[in-house]
């Protein structure tokens, strides 16, 4: 008989639960950002920390924290939003103590992917930090002994089932795992949430798997929400390159941010509106230009086929190609039927060609077994009264009648009420955990059943590597396309992803590696490595090409597609001085002499080499220039897939982030003091959106100099950086 969960609404009580089974020493698993069953991780925080005694180690990732703004434009524009959208959240009990490096004694957190930027120079956090590939964590934790995984879960109607929802990634490999291994006890909590999707598929797990269930109001709160960024006309540039190189009939994985945001919309003008997406690749490229990707034909077309979504991370945007019908390509769970489909040899259709196939090639017997029955009928191909014992069907008169896979009515008797139907199984995405807006919550809350059936979050090792079912993921993942963020490149095609020159972690290496190694192992896979070629800090530029770096996440020998604003570099197989050569055509041209300086005076580049002609302009007003027309502009909105911030909050959203590129230089903040003093003094129609942000700053009627002084530099910014041309939120 199968064990039942305990069932309790304290997570005081369930701590107490768990002690009682394990003692005082708990190796407690938290999945990354939004499944994490906080309550209880906050209740036995609360407990080891009353009781040194007790041994607590939390090993997780991407521990997920409201938004707290630095100085006083960062507090008055971050509290509404806490007031807001996150009034209901439970706050992690150990984040508060890990930043100020308070920690008690007894408790240790380890992540093996950092909140980016959130913890440089925390020694604590960076003395905690596990540098591993997302598919060996599960190996790192059975060696640390982990012995509780906590979980938020989505209950089932009648609490008979749960769903893993945002998080199987690394759940349901922790599970396969530890049944392995005799006498392995690790104790199951499942936090239940009914406001968290239900996703059914991998994630979708009996009661009997748990050993604990937390149910109750309290645990019923909105899921963490992280709000859409304003996406840049560069990462709209470098989001342009992307879409050109992702083949109708393929495979798709995209990473998190506002890169994403921005290729999932590229994607959607590609194929709604292709005349206007064919104009702003002209505008963006130049003939000359494409001679770095002769390997790699602009793909232009709108899609036909279809793309088939495989990503750990799930953005908000694959939602968005699914509306758009670009992400409607459906594989499915056998290799040989998948084989078929790829060479066009069937259809989803379910007919008599469907058997004949399946036989002609071995994946079935004639007559049938019962594996090949039980098979084609869970694929919706045989009918479902069809029994393998004497190969006989039964009648609607209730009789039997003997079917013969060779004969043509044997055939049509054993597909019955299957013919003509769509193939069952079929999943158009399989994610590992999801992230996003609000909007993205309820979106999926409220899909259809059958829609959201096509969406399969599973384990990560099925994501991010071949080794498992290694000849159904080839069969399904044709023309892959990996697309994921770098913070630099170095000339010689090597990628700085997760840290920095003093081994400062600033986030981790999560899939990136398995990503790039895979694409080198499918035939016509590739990965695509996008990063800007320059970042501005405190008014200072610098270039994100650069001629060699202490650390690096991906080793020169796997380089394959870079990706800037300025165009795309296909390294994969080419020579050391080609890969540099490609990688100076795409580096930001202020910076393009002392880099190709380095590589002549090493002898990489012959001496005589001068940058062509057609990428000696690639400076910032480049792109710019190639934008700068109403119409183009008018398809590029600052927030493309919309947002959970107020209008006023996404202006601000806009104009915060230019100004907080600039830095405190006074000679480039006093043009925008006497800016937005003289539109504080203009309540013309036209300046009205600015002073309702400076309303909801709490600006409007400011009785000290230096907030009148911060409203000004406030209202300069939003004056400045805001172009009005741009919509600000995507239909």
Known sequence: ?????????????????????????????????????????????????EDPSISLTIFTALTLERPSGTGEIGRRFTQPLLDRL?????????????????????????????????FLHNAEAQQSHVCANYTLVVRDLLDRGVNVIAQMVSPGAGGDTFSLSCNPDLTLPLLRETRQIPDYQL????????????LTGDCELPATEFDL??????????????????????DYAIALQISTLIADGGSLEIGIGTLGDAICHVLGIRQTDNDSYRRLFTAVNADDSLMLRERLPPQLESFIRGLYGVSEMVPQGFLTLRRNRILKREVFPDAALQQLLDEEKITTKVTEDTLLALRDCGRIQAPLTV???????????????????????????????????HSEHGRRRLLGRCANEKLRGGVWLHGGFYLGPASMYAELRDMAPAKRAGICMTAIDFINDLQRDRTLKVAQRRQARFVNSAMMVTLNGAAVSDGLADSQVVSGVGGQYNFVAQAQ?????????????????????????????????????????????????????????????????????????????????????????????????NRPDRITAAFDEPQ?????????????????????????????????????????????????????????????????????????????????????ALYRYIDRERPLCGS
């Not at 870079?562 to 990688?583: I, N, S």
């Not at 005589?608 to 057609?614: K, T």
């Open 1 to 49: 008989m199968d064990r039942q969960p305990l069932r309790l609404n304290s997570a005081t009580a369930a701590v107490d639960a768990v002690l009682e089974k394990l003692g005082k020493r708990v190796v407690l698993g938290l999945p990354l950002g939004l499944g994490k069953a906080n309550h209880f991780a906050n209740a036995l925080y609360a407990r080891a920390a």
């Open 86 to 118: 996150y009034n209901q959240y439970q706050e992690l009990a150990y984040t508060q103590p890990r930043h100020r490096g308070k920690l008690p004694p007894n408790i240790q957190v380890c992540e093996f992917f950092l909140l980016t930027g959130a």
């Open 187 to 198: 104790l199951v909590v499942g936090e239940s949430n009914p406001q968290l999707p239900y």
């Open 213 to 234: 269930i937390l149910e109750g109001e309290q645990f019923d709160t909105p899921p963490f929400p992280v709000p859409s960024l304003p996406v840049s006309l560069t």
């Open 371 to 405: 594996e090949d029955t039980e098979f084609l009928q869970r694929l919706g191909i045989v009918d479902p009264s069809y029994s393998w014992r004497g190969h006989k069907l039964l009648t609607a008169e209730g009789e039997e009648e003997e079917c013969d896979l």
């Open 521 to 617: 192992e499918l035939r016509d896979g590739r990965s695509i490595l996008a990063l800007a070629s320059t970042r501005e800090s405190g008014g200072k530029v610098t270039s994100n090409i650069v001629w060699q770096y202490p650390h690096t996440t991906i080793p020169r020998h796997l380089r394959d597609i870079v990706v800037t604003e300025y165009g795309v570099a296909d390294l994969r197989g080419k020579t050391d001085r080609d890969v540099m050569v490609a990688m100076l055509c795409i580096a930001d041209s202020r910076f393009q002499p002392e880099l190709l300086q380095r590589a002549k005076a090493a002898g990489k580049v012959e001496r005589d080499f001068v940058i062509p002609l057609e990428f000696s302009a």
């Open 632 to 716: 183009y502009l008018g398809l590029l909105p600052y927030f493309p897939l919309g947002t959970d911030f107020s209008e006023e909050e996404a202006m601000l959203a806009v104009a915060l982030k230019q100004l907080k590129a600039v830095g405190n230089h006074w000679w480039k903040m006093l043009p925008l003091i006497l800016d937005g003093r003289r539109v504080r003094r203009d309540h013309s129609e036209k300046n009205q959106p600015i002073h309702r942000c400076l309303e909801r700053m709490d600006f409007e009627y400011t009785d000290t100099f230096e907030h009148r002084l911060l409203a000004c530099v406030v209202a300069g």
